[in-house]
């Protein structure tokens, strides 16, 4: 079965744009967590969604959001851009809410802001 | 604060020989899921092994075992006969009851011919 497929792979972006990454879950994955990874802080929690609905959140600035369609897939939009947000991010879905059985991750977007 | 710590920033092993990766951790909770990924050079982070903070025995996946000490909140990831695929960076995750993952800063670990 198809894995996590996360569009763009690579972006480009000026400061103060904006950008909106894309992420579509295996089959059947309800929740749909992001994360942001860079060298200096590792793996940061954004936020995840489950049935459409934000159930948790990390501490990142209301520039960071998110939304979940009814087939699961999900988009994560970052807006006025800065030069910190240049990173990995990383899609992640799992079965359920809070998986504790583990994530199946995409290979991510890799955004650098100019 | 749940944390998690990976004291090691670099490692390396021959090949075929044995490595073991450090973890610790730090909550409150009694119930809580452990993970360790893998992050290769492709970036894509794959699920090595997961572990059940109320299960005594230490999961094992093949070549991948771990070491759980749930009293001293260690969570150690030991690779049997390693090869070089398994070079790649490593993360220990934690789960509990709050949902939300918390993963060490990882290490990286090159396995040489």
């Known amino acids: 079965k198809a894995g996590v497929t996360q569009t763009p792979r690579y972006l480009i972006k000026t400061r103060g744009q904006q950008v909106t990454l894309s992420c579509s879950p295996i089959s059947g994955h309800r929740s749909v967590s992001w994360y942001q990874q860079t060298p200096g802080q590792g793996l940061q929690f954004l936020f995840e969604y489950f049935s459409e609905t934000q159930r948790n959140k990390g501490n990142f600035p209301g520039r960071f959001s998110g939304r979940q369609f009814s087939n699961s897939r999900s988009e994560m939009n970052v807006s006025t851009l800065e030069l910190g947000d240049s990173a990995l991010y990383l899609c992640a879905s799992s079965l359920e809410q809070g998986n504790r059985y583990g994530y199946t991750f995409g290979s991510g977007t890799r955004l650098t802001v100019v | 604060a749940q944390t998690v710590t990976q004291s090691q920033p670099e490692m390396s092993v021959q090949e075929a020989e044995t490595v073991t990766l450090s973890c610790t951790y730090d909550?409150?909770?009694?119930?809580?899921?452990l993970f360790w990924y893998k992050q290769p050079p492709s970036r894509q982070m794959i699920l090595v092994i997961r572990q059940e903070a109320y299960k005594q025995q230490n999961a094992t996946e093949n070549r991948f075992s771990v070491n759980f000490q749930k009293a001293a909140k260690s969570f150690s990831l030991k690779i049997s006969d390693s090869q070089l695929g398994d070079t790649a960076m490593y993360f220990c995750a934690f789960i509990s009851g709050t949902y939300k993952y918390i993963f060490g800063t990882g290490t990286r670990l090159k396995v040489l011919a």
């Open positions: 909550t409150s909770e009694s119930n809580y899921y």
